[in-house]
């Protein structure tokens, strides 16, 4: 008992009281600026960004973004910027891409839509079953830090779940590999409706830099509803959380 008192004394609280004011690491990439006004449009960012992310107008898809930081170092005028918010995640996959010169709080305003059907169904409790559709584990390894001692996403009532018998759910990483196609699709039919599909990452939303790979299968997002778009490489913790959380209509204490 001793032990124990000195070493709670010693590393006080170990989760995070408010997990929507949680703060991440200043050098972490979250939302990503464009400045029009300081753009030259050299369209060097365009040529070197791997996945096709920037546009023509320099509109900036998070579902497509690697956050690799190219675009950044190799702009002549520093017109790109990364900023550590990390409460990115949006239930439509339009709201991911980033006009030039939005804000954060523009980004906030639109990015979750919360649907009266999902909160009424699954507001007190989501159980969802993770598949990695040929993913790198990066993502993987996120969506289980959120049920650490940290973030404790149980606490809410959201659980990551070994069978798709018990889940309301499927949470995709990976670009979904042909090798994968089939399982993802036998474990969304094994679990009982009504449910959600929410994709994890830049490799689950579009691809990511193996889009154009013949060993990617994507049909499974044929003409199926998604709940909710979480972008990252990997998508940070708290980014999950607060977008799921988000998506059920629940908010900051």
């Not at 006004?37 to 050299?42: G, I, L, N, V």
Request: net charge positive.
């Amino acid at each position: 008992m001793k032990y124990s008192l000195k070493l709670f004394w010693k590393q006080k609280k170990q989760y995070i009281d408010d997990i929507f004011t949680a703060k991440v690491h200043e050098k972490f990439r979250g939302f990503v600026h464009h400045d029009n006004q300081a753009c030259s449009k050299c369209n060097n960012c365009i040529k070197l960004c791997p996945t096709g992310a920037i546009n023509s107008d320099y509109s900036i898809d998070l579902g497509k973004c690697q956050f690799c930081n190219e675009c950044v170092l190799n702009c002549p005028q520093k017109a790109l910027s990364f900023s550590n918010f990390h409460h990115t995640a949006a239930t439509s996959r339009e709201a991911l891409v980033i006009p030039s010169g939005m804000t954060e709080e523009e980004f906030k305003a639109k990015a979750i839509e919360v649907k009266n059907d999902i909160v009424r169904i699954f507001g007190r409790s989501l159980k969802l079953r993770n598949v990695s559709a040929g993913g790198c584990n990066g993502c993987e390894l996120e969506l289980n830090a959120t049920g650490n001692v940290n973030f404790d996403i149980g606490r809410y009532g959201i659980d990551i779940v070994a069978s798709p018998r018990h889940a309301d759910g499927v949470i995709v990483t990976g670009p979904m590999s042909e090798n994968m196609a089939f399982a993802l699709e036998n474990t969304l039919k094994a679990i009982p409706d009504p449910k959600i599909i929410i994709l994890m990452g830049s490799c689950a939303i579009s691809g990511g830099i193996f889009a154009e790979s013949s060993a990617i299968n994507r049909d499974f997002l044929r003409d199926k509803d998604i709940a909710l778009y979480i972008p990252g490489c990997p998508a940070h913790p708290l980014t999950v959380a607060v977008g799921i959380l988000n998506m059920l209509g629940k908010k900051s204490k």
